[in-house]
């Protein structure tokens, strides 16, 4: 991993960290242990498989039932993910001249207190073999990167991001986010950002983009759609989920224009990682049809749960040290049939959001408050000034039933996570949700003051 | 954990290797393990090893940075080969400073070699002794118990010598009546210290008072926080307090420097030695954990200074606080509730984010165990309700407080009653 972070005109953080280990996991008496190591002699190994052995039969000992794998076809094979130009050839010094130049022209513009840019890549090779037979060899790339800037002034400081959305893919998508050349703009929003006024109270359209929606879906769909949540396996720390199996088609999720598909097939999906961590293939399938709610990400532990004989091939550990759970795939909107501007000129009395901002929603997925990181006030059908202070609430099935009109594949884009936290231990997973922009109806903004 | 002696060959080995005008070098290795159950059963049970060596060389004024977690000598000579390959071609840096040379650290008990006997059966037995609680009960109980075992080292080229070894232990769990929940949690670097049978009866008794919850109206409520909650929202004061954003016009801070933000019976020292907390003797870049006052009398005298920024300032950069203790009064929590005419019990938050930095403006639910007072009595539960509040604000509004106790070895804090609290809508359980 190399991470080059600069704030203003100095380069905070230039560093590239190397870490390599072996993951254990044992299925002994019908239980689970998992144990891990990064050092890797041949001692270490007999060690770590053994201590994964004892701890698998501690686990035997409060168990309610045996664990049964869904059936699974053994492969041998690789999967290298997309990339053209091998980050980690582009020397790190071009790198914090990108970042520094970026700063620079953010700085440059009126009113810009605070100008920072950060980029990164990421390669993990990994090996995964099973007793099963199975033997599977992984090369995943990964490079993103973000532009702020902070205007500041009379008393307060608004912030604007422009991301190179993490992806699956070489250092060409962070030339092709093209930072320097967006500066400009960035900084320009920042401050009218900082001289706009609060947004309004009350219930309005509000009209989401898809760097926004990715959060949304994250939180709303990705999370409360992960099977062993539903089953309760999340209930101390993060919570359960109002998606229970029992309402397997037949939830009204959200109204018809809404399909909501995980694809661990999309190429440059954080998810998409060919196979899973138990060896399972990268698949497609409906998490919600038309509004209806009928799918979960599972593992081959948790697909029998829901009467599935195959698992979707979303167990996903975020490294060596850690034990592969269910895991949110690349879950995305599927689009619609409209032009932005069609959704606009047709708004009377409406907010564009724009980007992530505040997130935060209770232990079943169902209250929830977003905010985001660029607003526009829409009236009788036209974009009129800029807000800040936005915020929105909503209750989950509500909020996605009150959607009446998404985006064609035109508006379409993959926008990916770095950081999911989920599990005791806490693991950052990373998966892609994409979509197009979306209206909701009649959504009770502001009153977060 | 890696001993002191191996810790100081492996450091002594890289700092031989480099060639750089200045290093610093930080060596730490954790084990940690976890045993999870849900719905009374084991569902997830880990342990890991895992060393890391960082390295940050400097030439000039050109630094950069390096790491591994393979501390083979080869492997450490090329973690020292990065970082200076990176140093060479990095930028210059105009607040580069000399890297700390030797410190005097406070002597901080954070370890206890009993940590090494809570193995793999001694921790499933604890999730067995606190699942057997709640089945009596008829619950259904999801937990984790937990270890950690480390040690952290540090070096500099300017004679900096830092190593300190760390224990902890932690249980928690969730307690599931079907309409009521309830949450319980502890954690000590000695392992005895922690009853997991009583976090199970905690949580337990708390899952059986919250069933059948009704709902309340959002707005401004009198509230009486748990040591659990009121730390989490003292926590984003600490998070929220950085010197350079905060000179920058960026933090609820900005202009806003010596002015009384909080109530006069609000006082957040640091206290590193006291047995049931779980702090180092230094923290970042090798800084010594120091005992102070940081908020004193509702004002914030102290905050966080990266050594530049301090300088600057003229003040002691003392990096993130360790050891967390607000000061507390002596209500009995009996009393506290019996001062209560009408308000909310709170257990804990949940999902809280920022919402306006600017104002410190926070976000977030309540959760497992939420529960309607009135007239000095606790009378029933009530579904969960959302907040939109500041810190500042409801830690202005203390009316009273019971003494600080430990909440999971990471903060020393009471139970308080606040006047006003705003609650901004309420979800369906």
């Known amino acids: 991993r190399q991470t080059v972070h600069a704030r203003d005109e100095r380069v905070t953080r230039l560093e590239e960290s190397h870490s390599s280990g072996l993951g254990v996991r044992v299925l002994a008496g019908g239980a689970w242990g998992f144990a891990a190591s990064a050092l890797r002699d041949e001692r270490e190994v007999e060690r770590v498989t053994a201590l994964a052995l004892e701890i698998a039969r501690g686990s035997a000992t409060l168990r309610a039932r045996q664990v049964a794998l869904a059936a699974e076809p053994v492969v041998r094979t690789r999967y290298r993910s997309p990339r053209r130009i091998d980050p980690f050839g582009v020397p790190l010094a071009e790198k914090a001249e990108l970042a520094l130049g970026v700063n620079a022209l953010l700085r440059a513009e009126p009113e810009i207190g605070v100008a920072e840019c950060g980029l990164g890549a990421w390669q993990r090779l990994q090996h995964f073999a099973s007793t099963e037979g199975a033997r599977i060899a992984t090369d995943l790339v990964r490079t993103w990167g973000q532009a702020r800037a902070s ?46 006024r609060p947004g309004p109270v009350g219930e309005l359209d509000l009209i989401l983009d898809p760097l926004h929606l990715c959060l949304t879906i994250h939180e709303t769909c990705g999370h409360p759609s ?34 909501l598909v995980a694809d661990n097939t999309l190429p440059v999906g954080l998810a998409s990682t060919g196979f899973d961590d138990e060896g399972v293939a990268g698949q497609r399938w409906d998490i ?14 948790v697909a029998g749960a829901i009467d599935e004989p195959r698992s979707r091939g979303s167990a996903r550990a975020d490294s060596w040290a ?26 009377r009395d409406g907010i564009l959001i724009q980007g992530m901002g505040t997130y935060s929603i209770d232990q079943r997925r169902l209250n929830f408050q977003f905010g985001g990181d660029r607003f526009t006030r829409i009236e009788n059908g036209r974009l009129t000034e800029p807000l800040q202070r936005v915020t929105y609430q909503g209750t989950t099935p509500e909020f996605w039933n009150a959607c009446d009109g998404v985006c064609d594949r035109a508006h379409w884009e993959p926008n990916g996570v770095l950081t999911c936290g989920k599990g005791e231990p806490m693991q950052y997973g990373q998966m892609t949700h994409g979509a197009a922009h979306a209206r909701f109806r009649r959504v009770r903004v502001g009153s977060a003051k | 954990m890696i001993e002191r002696e191996r810790s100081q060959a492996v450091l002594e080995q890289a700092l031989a290797e480099a060639r750089a005008d200045d290093v610093e070098l930080a060596l730490r290795s954790t084990r940690a393990a976890t045993t ?20 940050t060389a400097w030439f000039g004024r050109r630094s950069g940075t390096a790491s591994t977690d393979q501390l083979d000598p080869q492997s450490v000579r090329e973690a020292v080969r990065r970082a200076e390959a990176s140093a060479r071609v990095a930028p210059e840096d105009p607040e580069t400073l000399p890297t700390l040379g030797p410190q005097r650290y406070l002597e901080v008990p954070s370890f206890d070699p009993a940590v090494r006997e809570f193995g ?5 037995e604890a999730a067995r002794q606190m699942v057997e609680v709640a089945r009596e009960r008829g619950l259904s109980l999801s937990g984790a118990v937990t270890l950690r075992e480390g040690s952290h080292a540090l070096a500099t080229r300017n004679g900096l010598r830092a190593y300190a070894a760390e224990s902890a232990v932690t249980g928690s769990c969730t307690a599931d009546a079907g309409t009521g929940s309830g949450w319980a949690a502890a ?44 730390a989490e929202l003292l926590q984003w004061i600490t998070w929220s307090w950085n010197a350079r954003d905060t000179y920058a016009g960026r933090t609820f801070l900005s202009g806003r420097v010596g002015e009384r933000l909080l109530g006069e019976n609000v006082t957040l020292r640091t206290r590193p030695r006291e047995p049931d907390l779980m702090a180092l003797p230094f923290g970042w870049h090798g800084l010594p954990t120091v005992e102070d006052t940081w908020i004193d009398r509702g004002r914030i005298v102290r905050f966080f200074h990266d050594r530049w920024t301090a300088r ?118």
């Open chain 1, 151 to 196: 205007a500041v002034g009379a008393g307060d400081s608004q912030t604007r991001s422009l991301a190179v959305n993490p992806r699956h893919a070489g250092w060409e998508h962070v030339v092709a986010a093209d930072l320097p050349g967006h500066a400009a703009q960035l900084a320009r929003e920042a401050r009218e950002k900082l001289h706009a």
């Open chain 1, 226 to 259: 992960e099977l062993d949540r539903a089953l309760g396996w999340e209930a101390n720390f993060a919570g359960t989920s109002f998606l229970t199996p029992d309402q397997l088609g037949t939830l009204r999720y959200g109204s018809p224009a809404v399909s």
């Open chain 1, 288 to 301: 919600v049809r038309d509004g209806l709610f009928v799918g979960y990400s599972t593992s081959r532990e």
């Open chain 1, 322 to 347: 850690s034990v592969p759970i269910v895991r949110i795939a690349n879950v995305g909107l599927e689009p619609g049939d409209a032009t932005l501007d069609e959704l606009v000129a047709d708004t």
């Open chain 2, 36 to 55: 999870r159950f849900a719905g009374n059963a084991i569902t997830q049970n880990v342990e890991t090893l895992r060393p890391g060596l960082a390295v």
């Open chain 2, 120 to 124: 793999p059966a001694r921790r499933a």
């Open chain 2, 187 to 230: 954690g000590h670097r000695r392992p005895e210290r922690v009853d997991f049978a009583a976090l199970a009866r905690r949580a337990s008794e708390k899952a059986l008072a919250a069933r059948d919850p009704i709902e309340v109206p959002a707005g401004d409520w009198s509230v009486v926080l748990e040591p659990a909650a009121l």
């Open chain 2, 312 to 429: 600057r300032h003229g003040v002691p950069a003392t990096g993130w606080p360790q050891g967390l203790a607000l000061d507390g009064g002596a209500e009995s929590p009996e009393a506290l509730i019996g001062g209560t005419r009408r308000g909310l019990l709170v257990t804990r938050f949940w999902y809280i984010r920022s919402v306006d930095p600017m104002r410190l403006l926070l976000t977030g639910m309540t959760r497992d165990g939420t529960f309607l007072v009135d007239d000095g009595r606790v009378v029933g539960a009530v579904k969960n309700l959302r907040f939109n509040e500041s810190p500042l604000r409801a830690l202005s509004a203390v009316e009273a407080m019971t003494p600080a106790a430990p909440v999971s070895g990471r903060m020393l804090a009471p139970s308080a009653r606040l006047s006003a609290f705003h609650f901004d809508s309420t979800t369906g359980f």
